[in-house]
């Protein structure tokens, strides 16, 4: 077989150099040779992207589970697949993540051992480790499927509804408890983004992420695999998008009110012009978008309104974990370029591995697979290439 | 019963013996370059500071309610009935949540080690549970480090404010911040001009406290929420199977 070099591909290559270097510098001359952190940052982009932006990416997988299964909304059930792939990547890439982020990361497992429950960081960890082994049962059936094992398909049937019922469970749990992780730095978090109700603020935006998420994956993997794009399918996600968009924004600006902020939200500061930024991207752009009913009917106008959300609420996590800081700090932290690449490995990793995963597991519905090999021959290389066309976002 | 140290910057002269019996203590080197360096580091742990001609120690305060205790997953720090706030290397994963939740970011970090734990004056444990005071108030020659029972020296600190209150500035530093701390400070300027987070800011509530009212729910949200989605669960499958168990009978119906 022979591999052929295209522009994308090229870009992969040298986005694996780039973090393999970074790796070295990580694990061989230490974190503080490898990012820009400090004893006023400790907490750097690592954690705000890999760690808050990656579990909040990843969170489409219990919402279609939630909508599909709980529900029984039969409509989106050819979602539920990629859904929980891409959760299921997405847990593992972020344990990727926690391993260079971590100081003697060898040492994860005393998680198990030295258990803390007064901990948010406990509870987080401990959720995603076993949210990570549900996700795993839930994505068996597309390899018993494939290898064409009928039993143990039925056994993990069986299962089924406990498993369902945990994941949703633990999700609640630990995507709530990533803002949990902030209510313990009252004096340090610039009050735009410290407040007692940031738990429920991350439990609603994740809801929202997993809905934006569907749509974007569900779009991009229907250009990258020439597949059939399940126009229904995206209106009904794009009309749930709008209103957890709206259902977020008040609660957003109920808090603000509450809290008594609006007067400080509209004079200018450096934390009000991100704030503004934030709430630009997450509410205004795509909820005025949406509303257009041409908008949401348009396979193109939800792609776009879903893309501006997800980028508003990756604002969010990292005004709240890195902007919210830095007045408390007195300093400005930019990360350095190893902790970017890094990053960047691990979401081209997790771009990769999805589409090597669609290629060989029944991810999508059969019809398309059909689609699929009759019309498109430059998929028989598994690495192909336009899956990375967005790694670099 | 718990042990505290008194910190009266009035009676420091700067010369900075405590730094030196803290490195001697905890095996860092100390020379001069170190010595002028004015902040807490993991190879510093208690810095005098130096500003308008008035000295200031920083070190961690050993809150009552230690937040960096609260938060480690794995339990890394605790507050030993004694009163010092000490910390297991042997547990630790490196999270670093202890040094974003401490409202004094005392804890630091060795960055450059590929094996690095966290340092932060632990108030000399083994010497303080034999009964001797810290190092550093050992060799403080002019007793603005004072040792001793937290009690005493609230009382001792109240005494010197009324006896001199022209001397001070009428509070004790410390005494509510957080709760409370083990480390009490008396000044005639204010600490917040050396870092110290103003007592305004860091309020009088033990920081677990703002986790709690969100952690001691989840013992009852577990089943709860369980239940809702269980009971949803079966509800909406249950639909369906009367959805189509009729469905069936409609077609055996119109087929008869």
Redesign the interface.
């Known amino acids: 077989m022979k591999i052929k070099l295209t522009f994308w591909r090229i870009v992969f290559l040298v986005i694996m150099a780039m973090g393999l270097y970074s790796t070295y510098v990580r ?7 490898v990012s820009n ?4 940052f ?2 750097g982009f690592w954690i705000g992207f890999d760690c808050l932006c990656g579990v909040m990416l990843a969170a489409g997988g219990f919402c279609m589970v939630g909508a599909v ?4 909304v039969e409509s989106l059930r050819s979602v539920v697949r990629p859904a929980v792939l891409t959760a299921f990547l997405g847990y593992l890439l972020f344990i990727v993540g926690l391993l260079f ?5 060898w ?2 497992w ?2 198990l051992i ?3 429950p ?6 987080v ?1 401990f959720c995603v480790m076993t949210y990570t082994t549900v996700l795993f049962f839930e994505f068996l059936p597309n390899v018993f499927e494939r290898l064409n094992w009928k039993k143990p398909v039925k056994w993990i049937h069986r299962i089924y ?1 406990i498993l ?2 945990l994941g ?2 633990l999700s ?2 630990h995507q709530s ?1 990533l803002g ?2 902030y ?6 978090l610039h009050p735009f983004w410290y407040t ?1 109700a940031l ?1 429920f603020l991350f439990f609603g935006s994740a809801v929202a992420v997993g809905l934006a998420m569907t749509i974007f994956e569900s779009t991009q993997s229907a250009t990258a695999l020439g597949r059939h794009l399940e126009l229904p399918v995206l209106v009904r996600l794009g009309g749930a998008l709008l209103v957890a968009l709206w259902v977020n924004a008040l609660l957003r600006f109920e808090d603000f009110f509450h809290r008594g902020l609006l007067r400080q939200m509209i004079r200018p500061s450096y934390e009000a012009y991100f704030l503004w930024l934030e709430l630009a991207l997450t509410f205004f752009i795509p909820i005025i978008l949406l509303s257009f009913k041409k908008v949401r009917l348009s396979p193109h106008g939800l792609y776009l309104a879903s893309v501006i959300s997800l980028f508003g609420f990756i604002t969010n996590r990292l005004n709240v974990s890195l902007i919210g800081f830095e007045t408390y700090v007195g300093h400005h932290y930019v990360p350095k370029w190893t902790e970017f690449s890094v990053t960047l490995m691990i979401i081209a990793m997790g771009f990769a591995l999805f589409r090597v995963a669609v290629q060989y597991l029944p991810i999508f519905p059969k019809d398309s697979v059909q689609v699929r090999n009759a019309s498109n021959a430059r998929l028989a290389v598994p690495l192909a290439s336009p899956v990375m066309e967005h790694a670099g976002h | 019963m718990s042990k505290a140290l008194l910190y009266d910057s009035t009676l420091c002269i700067g010369c900075k013996q405590c730094e030196q019996a803290c490195a001697t203590q905890n095996s860092l080197p100390y020379n001069d370059s170190i010595a002028a360096e004015e902040y807490p ?2 190879h510093k742990l208690t810095a005098v500071l130096t500003g308008n001609g008035k000295f200031m120690r920083r070190l961690c305060m050993h809150c009552e309610k230690p ?1 960096c205790a ?7 720090f605790h507050k030993t009935k004694e009163g010092p706030v000490v910390y297991s290397v042997g ?7 202890c ?3 401490c ?1 004094f ?1 005392q804890p ?2 060795e ?6 734990r966290v340092r932060k004056c632990i108030m000399c444990p083994d010497r303080v549970s034999a009964g001797q005071p810290t190092a550093c108030a050992e060799a403080c020659p002019t007793g603005a480090t004072k040792f001793g029972e937290r009690d005493d020296l609230v009382r001792e600190a109240r005494d010197r404010l009324n006896q001199d209150p022209s001397n001070y500035l009428p509070r004790i530093y410390g005494l509510h911040e957080v709760g409370g701390t083990s480390i009490l400070i008396l000044a005639a300027v204010n600490v917040e001009e050396f870092g110290y ?1 103003a007592s305004e ?3 009088d509530i033990p ?2 406290e ?6 001691d729910h ?1 013992p009852d ?2 089943p709860v ?2 239940l809702v ?2 009971g ?2 079966w509800i ?2 249950r ?2 199977e009367v959805a189509a168990a009729e469905a069936e009978e409609k077609k055996n119906g119109s087929a008869q």
């Open positions: 694990y061989l001359r230490g974190l503080g040779a952190m400090t004893d006023q400790p907490w299964y709980l529900f029984n982020d971590l100081g003697r990361p040492f994860i005393h998680q030295y258990m803390n007064r901990s948010v960081m406990f509870e960890g509804p369902i019922v949703i469970l609640t749990l408890s949990s992780l209510l313990i730095m009252p004096s340090k007692p738990p | 580091s993991a937040a609260s938060v480690c997953p794995v339990g890394a547990k630790c994963i490196g999270c670093r949540y040094m974003a939740a409202p970011s630091k970090y960055w450059g080690s590929l094996n690095p987070p800011k860091v309020g920081l677990p703002y986790t709690g009212r969100v952690m989840i949200f577990i929420w369980s989605l269980g949803i669960y909406s499958h639909r369906a």
